[in-house]
């Protein structure tokens, strides 16, 4: 916030030029000009997707990966250095890091999944109640 104040005070007030702002303050023309032409207190980047250039071809094949270590109990599921390393085994060329950061979103969204589903469950009306349990406890008490 107080570098876009500076941004606006620079441009508006002091009337100088968008790239002598972009000079001074270090930052690019287009995010100076994008400061002066909004009328935002916060700038924000969120990336839409994550591109995966090394990891795209092994999408599915670490999907399958991890479905299958899910399926394992706790104790006998592997961990993502060695899901990276049987990626490799099958010709992956990237890092570790990318694998990790796409088996954590992966778990994120299985997590999401589960979580929605219990919702769901949850929020169904109640069945009615059988008259069983109401002749079995009514003849429990007499």
């Known amino acids: 916030m107080d570098t876009i104040g500076r941004v606006r005070r620079a441009y508006w007030v002091q009337k100088k030029k968008i790239k002598a702002i972009a000079r001074e303050l270090r930052l690019s023309r287009g995010t100076v000009r994008r400061i002066v032409r909004s009328g935002e207190t916060v700038l ?21 990966l991890l479905e299958a270590n899910m399926a ?5 599921r592997l961990t993502t250095k060695r899901l990276t390393e049987q ?10 890091d990318s694998v990790r950061r796409y088996a954590q979103r992966w778990r994120q969204s299985m997590r999401r999944r589960a979580r929605r589903h219990l919702c769901r469950k949850s929020t169904r009306p109640a069945r009615p109640t059988s008259s069983i349990g109401a002749t079995r406890s009514s003849s429990w008490m007499g």
Request: glycine fraction near 14%.
């Open 44 to 64: 924000t980047y969120e990336r839409k997707e994550q591109p995966l250039p090394k990891l795209g071809p092994f999408v599915g094949q670490l999907d399958k």
């Open 72 to 76: 394992k109990r706790k104790r006998e």
């Open 87 to 96: 990626l490799k085994e099958t010709g992956y060329a990237g890092g570790y």
